[in-house]
């Protein structure tokens, strides 16, 4: 069997600034299955989520893996739950002020200072649902690392192809960090000298809402990244981030309002800057140490 050729990326002749997005209550108001899918097979929202944790406490059993198996389960003799239907649900679910236009908008913002700007989804929620979206069928997203379903030869959701917690969310971070964005790309393990990395950890954004978000907002804390915890604009409900900060889980928090001159924005033009003017020192640190050791 012939080795399989993965395709990676390099490091940029620019600085990368790489902006990961939990999906649900960070870019939406709610879970995206709670917005269509739900409904859809009879139920209310709050009782599906209790029986799918119920299940997972029984049986020892991820909670992720849970709802996944009781979507599949719920859908039979309701849907047909396949691909198109789950990117039906996933065009319909909500968004908070200003997500649509912010991906391209930051992205020439990052440009305009010499930056690299990409926007990855680190998620717990549905690959396919997110894919359903306006701005990922508009290719906003330079990955999305979501919990995903195998489908069989009729297109219809068989069984789990990729199940992303809140632990293993940080693998995803490791891949960007080197350019190695396959998930089965072993590469990850690879050791790459510093001035190989594509995206070194200071050079991360993490937003996210709650304790899902904890073990990538800690990591890219811990190496000089940006973590942010955001909140409902509507609900101004700061408790999950106020319990954060107090825990150094995050740097900063705002509003999840995502329009030109808000918090939020004015934040992360300021995390530009900062790469773009930081940037120059580390390209001078790694010159000077390079041309100190040709002499020795």
Known sequence: MSKPIFERK???????????????????????????????VGYEVAPF???????????????????????????????????????????????????????????????????????????????????????ARNGAFEKIYASSFYFNDRGVAKWPAQVVNYTNKTQFLFRIEKGVLDVNDPAVNDYFPE?????????????????????????????????????????????KVIRMMGEDRIRYFAPADYRDGTELDTLLKTIIEKTAAYEKLVDKHLADRSACAKKR
């Open 195 to 239: 001035d190989q990395i594509r995206v070194p950890f200071r050079n991360m954004v993490y937003i996210g809402d709650s304790d899902t978000d904890i073990p990538c907002m800690k990591l890219v804390n811990s190496y000089g990244g940006h973590s942010i915890g955001v909140y409902d604009p509507e609900t101004q409900n700061k408790k």
């Open 10 to 40: 390099k490091k940029e002749d620019r600085p990368v600034l790489a902006i990961c997005y939990d999906f649900d209550k960070t870019l939406s108001p709610d879970d995206m299955q709670a917005q269509g899918y739900i409904q859809s």
């Open 49 to 135: 989520w209790e029986e799918s944790n119920d299940m997972a406490r029984k049986n020892d059993m991820d909670s992720n893996l849970a709802y996944m198996y009781k979507m599949v389960r719920e859908a039979e003799g309701n849907l047909v739950f396949n691909k198109k239907a789950l990117a039906e649900y996933g065009s319909r679910v909500s968004l908070f002020p200003g997500v649509s236009e912010w991906f391209e908008r930051i992205r020439a913002y990052g440009a305009s200072h010499g930056v690299i700007v990409e926007h990855y989804i680190i998620s717990s929620g549905l690959k396919e649902m997110i894919e359903g979206t306006e701005m």
